[in-house]
């Protein structure tokens, strides 16, 4: 035995578009990889289409691996929590459906205890008008999506979705996170 100590853990989040999540928690120190996909629904090996669809009962979710040595599971969902709207059903702004679900699907029973203590905080302090409406599942599979979703912000600066939607967001993390994000931003 070396006594190293691995602290790298899984965290599977929903907060609306899967582009938006991966630019978000892309700049927070810690985080060694971000990668969007699809889980929660019965249909294996789903397709963008199909989840855009609305029917095939998956979410958008980023899938975020990270150091708990350097960042909190507790940390990323306070992010998680500032960065979109939790108290809309199946709703993100404009992008409306049940794959845009705010959803944790966590990967053990301390980030289920975690995610529900957090909602509670969140909620009792009154941060939204309504209740948080966040849905806690386990993670059972996840999909990785297609390569055109990977770095979607980062490889497509000009896109208007990118400006309207995602830069809010991204500035939003830059301004009240400034203690989690990476050096080199």
């Not at 855009?52 to 708990?68: C, L, N, W, Y």
């Not at 309207?164 to 967001?169: A, G, L, Q, Y």
């Not at 009240?176 to 931003?185: A, Q, V």
Request: glycine share 6%.
């Amino acid at each position: 035995m070396n006594g190293y100590k691995n602290t790298s853990e899984i965290a599977v989040l929903g907060a609306g578009c899967f582009w938006c999540t991966e630019a978000v928690f892309q700049n927070l120190k810690g985080v060694t990889s971000v990668l969007p996909g699809y889980t929660g629904g019965d249909l294996p090996n789903p397709t963008y289409e199909q989840v855009s669809s609305g029917s095939s009962g998956h979410v958008e979710v980023a899938k975020i691996e990270f150091d708990s040595a350097i960042i909190s599971f507790r940390q990323l969902l306070e992010v998680f929590f500032a960065v979109h709207n939790p108290t809309t059903l199946n709703r993100q702004g404009n992008d409306i459906g049940e794959q845009y679900q705010s959803a944790i699907f966590y990967t053990s029973e301390n980030q289920k205890q975690i995610a529900l203590e957090v909602i509670k905080e969140v909620d009792s302090e009154k941060i939204y008008n309504s209740p948080i409406v966040t849905k806690v599942r386990p993670l059972e599979k996840f999909y990785v999506a297609e390569n055109y979703h990977q770095n979607y912000y980062i490889n497509n600066p000009g896109n208007p979705y990118c400006s309207v939607v995602i830069n809010p967001k991204v500035q939003k993390l830059r301004a009240k996170f400034t203690h989690l994000l990476k050096e080199n931003l």
